[in-house]
């Protein structure tokens, strides 16, 4: 569940003259940058125009464990090439990312995070457009489903089942 502070609240209950804004944090291996839809100051954050597109969020439960797995496409706009210089040098698959939602005229403190997660999936870079493109995916929950029983832990186990790990689940089903 997301906390929402009173600020936010009233931006999101006023029906006219707010601009909802997404605030998109990459930790780079050379430092955080701050990417938004356009340029603009947020406390200590320099947030840079740079979104150009994201899709919606579709979020997908998985199998054989609990939890959700959400995700997001971004599209981000690279025309002064400060991104494509991190592309060559750097491995920007898993790189932590944040998603934020923001209301001009609220601080830091007044963040939501939609998602947290890392840039995965099928990552894109336009040269002719200067766009680069990923998915940020967010595992939301996650739990191995059940467990292996120790001997006696259950009356009557099955020896063979005794501290056997889910990878031999349905070798073990088929018993």
Do not use: C
């Not at 006219?16 to 990459?26: C, D, N, W």
């Not at 990312?97 to 830091?108: A, D, F, N, Q, R």
């Not at 191995?144 to 889910?166: C, F, H, M, Q």
């Amino acid at each position: 569940m997301r906390t929402i502070t009173s600020p936010t609240q009233i931006k999101l209950d006023t029906a006219l003259g707010t601009e909802p804004q997404l605030i998109l944090q990459i930790i780079w291996a050379g430092g955080t940058e701050y990417y938004g839809y356009k340029t603009f100051t947020l406390g200590a954050w320099s947030v840079q125009g740079g979104i150009l597109d994201t899709s919606s969020i579709v979020s997908q439960l998985k199998q054989e464990v609990t939890g959700e797995v959400s995700s997001i496409g971004i599209t981000l706009d690279d025309s002064d090439g400060a991104i494509k210089s991190k592309v060559n040098t750097e491995v920007i698959e898993g790189r932590s990312v944040t998603l934020y939602h923001h209301y001009e005229g609220l601080t830091t403190g007044d963040l939501t995070t939609i998602l947290k997660g890392r840039i995965a999936g099928d990552i894109a870079w336009s040269e002719g457009t200067r766009q680069l493109s990923f998915d940020l995916e967010s595992l939301t929950a996650d739990g191995i489903v059940g467990y292996a029983p120790k001997a006696g832990d259950i009356t009557n186990l099955w020896e063979e089942a005794i501290d056997r790990s889910e990878e031999h689940t349905s070798e073990l089903q088929s018993h």
